[in-house]
């Protein structure tokens, strides 16, 4: 796979004119050499040549470098290490010698690389270029190959299996606060490899504030609890929204409301399909609200990428001109939000398939008085 | 406050030949300007001049000025904002202008400047001289003040209440992670202002990797498990560890490490006084351990700095020449880890006060068998 990867990558530098990318801990770190790296005070730069017959360098510190040559996607590396105490720069002049990267382009992540690291590279490639290199980057993660997606697809399966459960431990009376500490703790037991991220738990005035954290409002009966929240597996996320009615009925204008949701949701994942753009998927959800007359009260984007990371191109709004492909993994996350009254907002994670979308994730849509 | 540490700031500033510090979102942003930015793809960059006379200047998204306008430290902002569409280059450009920074030494943190700041400041300061602030930013955050303080008094108290009411539902039999779910639910009902981080949660065999998260092993009787979490209120953070038997008595041998191990963490936080090294307080808290023979069961540095982050400068470690001064706060935690038996580790957070020191976590470091 990685060879796959690092080859579509090689074809993508050379019709850009890159010559090398240069790539920092993250979520392309990650992508493109199967190892886990994090950002610290010790720089760790793999470059990855556009030529196929250079080796990829990896500027490591010494303890580090095991990681990367037992790495799952076997990557031939040329390592330069540096031990605790040893300066990193000789290890650096030394690939960008190697490498000859000295008036070259290099092809970089502006909003990952810090000074830190491109102070390495620069200093025996004065006369190097820094260009870029979001555009071929992004165009390669945002469609999934089978084994990422069969990933997402575990991913899915985990907060469906905590939703079901923890539906039977709310109780009318319960914080929010508390309440999503049912989520965490029933996460905690559904997925054992990952620590779950806090779930956003809104009822009542606050739904109103789409993305708030729990707050310490008990849950009147009849409140719709708006519940976001996703799982990691084997790296890739999967992220959900139900919103669910706690110890009764709503009122009949919130249940007018998630029905307008329902079908908003229903209608942004009926758009997906190769050969649309990601702003269509927004406004055919989009619609659905607005002609309701609710337009106002949607007061955010349709959705957003999903993988390595929780958020990643492309993004459902108005403007996104990322045509669909194949393989694309995004949300579809409609909500409308009234103050004093609440909100509502079902989200999906969805994959266009050869001729449509597939929802990945499939918990019911149908209000839920739990 | 904002004017005394910027005043201070200005101080170490011109005494390193500094004329500029340039910073990013992150922890010394919210120490030098009290609000809360976050790095993104949209640039923000706070540069503080040595000069008393000329105005901070603040290159931000138009969407996010507010915050530092409004902010708590009412520092006189000269902002540079620019929108959503419009190239941040004409915002950084006038900024750049305006302070004279070509030619000049523009102090930056190279571990979190990235490329896209550092490139908005470089177009029009070609001849700039970037140079390291990190020295002079640490030493101002190593030492608290007062106001820092009650808030690291506030969060240490915060994961006390979490463990008398947590030790209370732990049952033999629950797995780590039920144990550590336990934990995650009574932090959000104990601290309502924050999303609480996972507790690393350890029994048996697992303690002996110290800092893995809580795994699927159930909770023998007898076993001691090592719970190491905290809390943030406003800002600042505690970071507490304490070890518990569940449902009897641990072995014989298990008590005996217990003991060095209370005795290491009291000998650690005896040693803490102005003047001593940083590295002194871990030789207290080590020599313990060596004494009674498990030296090489102890494989980490004794503790580290506490505040904003939660991993900071000083480092309680072997090589780490700090000279200890009031208002420094760092954790003392030693631990004894025998694989196949378990590990033992037992932290607290400390404060340099004029004559000694002061523990912020009482918590009971008896041996609980809950």
Same mark, same amino acid.
């Given at each position: 796979?990685s060879? #796959?990867?690092?080859?579509?990558?090689?074809?993508?530098?050379r019709? /850009?004119g890159?010559?090398?990318?240069?790539?920092?801990?993250?979520?392309?770190?990650?992508?493109?050499?199967?190892?886990?790296?994090?950002?610290?005070?010790?720089?760790?730069?793999?470059?990855f040549?556009?030529?196929?017959?250079?080796?990829?360098?990896l500027?490591?510190?010494a303890?580090?470098?095991?990681?990367a040559?037992?790495?799952?996607?076997?990557?031939?590396?040329?390592v330069?290490s540096?031990?605790?105490?040893?300066?990193?720069?000789? /290890?650096?002049?030394?690939?960008?010698?190697d490498?000859?990267?000295?008036?070259?382009?290099?092809?970089?992540?502006?909003?990952?690389?810090?000074?830190?690291?491109?102070?390495?590279?620069?200093?025996? /490639?004065?006369?190097a270029?820094m =260009?870029?290199?979001?555009?071929?980057?992004?165009?390669?993660?945002?469609?999934?190959d089978?084994d990422?997606?069969a990933?997402?697809?575990?991913?899915?399966? $985990?907060? @469906?299996? $905590?939703?079901?459960?923890?539906?039977?431990r709310?109780k009318?009376?319960?914080?929010?606060?508390e309440?999503?500490?049912?989520f965490?703790?029933?996460?905690?037991?559904?997925?054992p490899?990952?620590?779950?991220s806090?779930?956003?738990?809104?009822?009542?005035?606050?739904?109103?504030?789409? #993305?708030?954290?729990?707050?310490g409002r008990?849950?009147?009966?009849?409140?719709?609890?708006v519940v976001?929240?996703?799982?990691?597996?084997?790296?890739?996320?999967s992220?959900?929204t139900?919103t669910?009615?706690?110890g009764?009925?709503?009122?009949?204008?919130?249940?007018?409301?998630?029905e307008?949701?329902?079908?908003?949701n229903?209608?942004?994942? /009926?758009?997906?399909?190769p050969?649309?753009?990601?702003?269509?998927v927004?406004?055919?959800?989009?619609?659905?609200?607005?002609?309701?007359?609710?337009?106002?009260y949607? =007061?955010?984007?349709?959705?957003?990428g999903?993988?390595?990371?929780?958020?990643?191109?492309?993004?459902?709004?108005?403007?996104?001109?990322?045509?669909?492909?194949?393989?694309m993994?995004?949300?579809?996350?409609?909500?409308?939000?009234? @103050?004093?009254?609440?909100?509502?907002?079902?989200?999906?994670?969805?994959?266009?398939?050869?001729?449509?979308g597939?929802?990945?994730? =499939?918990?019911?849509?149908?209000?839920? $008085?739990?």
């Amino acid at each position: 796979m990685s060879m #796959h990867r690092l080859q579509k990558l090689q074809e993508l530098q050379r019709n /850009a004119g890159i010559d090398c990318v240069a790539i920092v801990p993250g979520a392309n770190m990650l992508y493109f050499t199967g190892v886990h790296y994090h950002l610290s005070e010790r720089p760790i730069i793999a470059i990855f040549p556009a030529s196929a017959g250079v080796q990829p360098a990896l500027i490591v510190p010494a303890f580090e470098a095991g990681k990367a040559l037992n790495g799952p996607f076997r990557i031939d590396w040329r390592v330069y290490s540096y031990m605790d105490g040893q300066d990193p720069q000789t /290890a650096a002049d030394q690939a960008v010698t190697d490498l000859g990267l000295d008036g070259r382009a290099i092809g970089v992540e502006p909003t990952a690389m810090r000074i830190l690291e491109s102070s390495l590279i620069s200093h025996r /490639a004065a006369q190097a270029r820094m =260009t870029s290199a979001v555009d071929i980057l992004k165009q390669m993660r945002m469609t999934k190959d089978d084994d990422e997606l069969a990933r997402m697809r575990r991913a899915a399966k $985990v907060p @469906e299996r $905590v939703l079901a459960e923890a539906i039977k431990r709310l109780k009318p009376g319960m914080t929010e606060r508390e309440a999503a500490g049912v989520f965490m703790s029933v996460s905690f037991e559904q997925n054992p490899q990952e620590p779950a991220s806090p779930p956003l738990v809104q009822t009542g005035l606050s739904a109103a504030f789409p #993305h708030a954290f729990a707050g310490g409002r008990a849950i009147q009966p009849g409140d719709l609890m708006v519940v976001d929240f996703g799982a990691v597996v084997e790296d890739y996320g999967s992220d959900i929204t139900r919103t669910i009615a706690v110890g009764g009925e709503p009122s009949d204008e919130m249940k007018r409301v998630y029905e307008v949701v329902r079908q908003a949701n229903a209608a942004g994942r /009926a758009a997906v399909r190769p050969g649309i753009l990601a702003e269509d998927v927004d406004r055919a959800a989009r619609e659905v609200i607005e002609q309701a007359g609710y337009g106002r009260y949607f =007061t955010h984007r349709t959705g957003h990428g999903l993988g390595l990371e929780g958020h990643e191109a492309p993004y459902m709004v108005k403007g996104d001109k990322t045509v669909l492909q194949p393989g694309m993994t995004f949300t579809v996350e409609p909500g409308i939000y009234i @103050e004093g009254k609440g909100g509502v907002r079902i989200e999906d994670d969805m994959v266009v398939t050869d001729d449509g979308g597939e929802s990945l994730t =499939t918990f019911s849509r149908d209000l839920i $008085v739990a």
